[in-house]
């Protein structure tokens, strides 16, 4: 259990659990799915995702068959999500994890958290897996933070890493090795 504070300052004892998706998630998806804030750094195009039958078939195309891709909930309702992608052949002792959490729920420690719980299982289920990178927009401070603050090391600057809403945009590269402290 973790203690949230809410918006009345109150603490309040919550669950944070990690989960498949279900396509009947659909309507909490477009809570953080439709949220410009949210958008700002999401590598999906939230304009799309004003319809229900898109974020139902991508639930059901790409989230679902995805290896590792799970909501990030609080008493089971999804508030975010986690995802890591493996690579194969050559590059198959690393993997790559991002995350999302709806605006309401930021500043709250839930990434941090979630982060936390699928670093410890995914060293775990991947014997040969020695690294775990996230790339983050070098804007993207919070996001910054929560990969530091789960052992993440920042190795450097990625310029003119991609192009994100038009823009050509620096990311920071982050790991974590299989071989660094755990945090809890």
């Not at 949220?35 to 750094?41: A, L, M, N, S």
């Not at 995805?66 to 890591?84: K, L, M, Q, T, W």
């Not at 789960?150 to 974590?176: P, V």
């Amino acid at each position: 259990m973790e203690q949230l504070q809410s918006e009345t300052g109150k603490l309040a004892e919550v669950s944070i659990t990690l989960r498949r998706f279900d396509l009947s998630d659909v309507d909490d998806l477009m809570v953080w799915a439709t949220d410009e804030k949210v958008g700002k750094f999401w590598g999906w195009d939230t304009t799309a995702f004003t319809s229900k039958d898109y974020a139902t078939k991508a639930i059901a195309e790409r989230i679902i068959p995805h290896p590792y891709f799970r909501a990030i909930c609080i008493d089971n309702r999804p508030i975010g999500e986690i995802s890591v992608k493996t690579r194969t052949g050559c590059e198959c002792c690393r993997a790559e994890i991002g995350y999302v959490v709806a605006s309401d729920y930021w500043g709250k420690g839930i990434a941090t958290k979630a982060v936390k719980m699928v670093v410890n299982e995914i060293f775990g289920e991947f014997p040969n897996l020695e690294r775990i990178e996230g790339t983050v927009d070098v804007e993207n401070e919070a996001s910054q933070k929560v990969l530091e603050k789960c052992g993440f090391k920042r190795e450097g600057i990625l310029r003119k890493y991609l192009i994100h809403k038009g823009k050509t945009i620096d990311m920071f590269m982050f790991s974590l090795l299989n071989t660094d402290p755990k945090v809890d």
